[in-house]
């Protein structure tokens, strides 16, 4: 997810966890980054694009380009 534009829409594949008990790939979960869910970036940090302000369903987070990069998407 890390990698698309502003403004781009896509569908969730699935959180990865880079290792046994991930808390933040299972938190990211938590607040609905699961498969089927659409997400859009809205907007970029001014620094290195970090932090992405990303949305999901009618809520608005603000991920690291690090976490962001967890959720693997397909592009619509």
């Known amino acids: 997810m890390h990698q698309l534009a502003k403004g781009a829409f896509a569908k969730v594949h699935h959180v990865e966890d880079r290792h046994e008990g991930d808390p933040i790939s299972r938190r990211l979960r938590e607040l609905g980054f699961v498969e089927g869910r659409t997400v859009v ?8 694009k970090d932090p992405l302000m990303v949305q999901i369903g ?7 380009r690090s976490e962001a990069a967890r959720v693997l998407v397909d592009r619509e």
């Open 41 to 48: 970036i809205r907007a970029w940090g001014p620094f290195g």
């Open 58 to 64: 009618d809520s608005r987070f603000a991920l690291r």
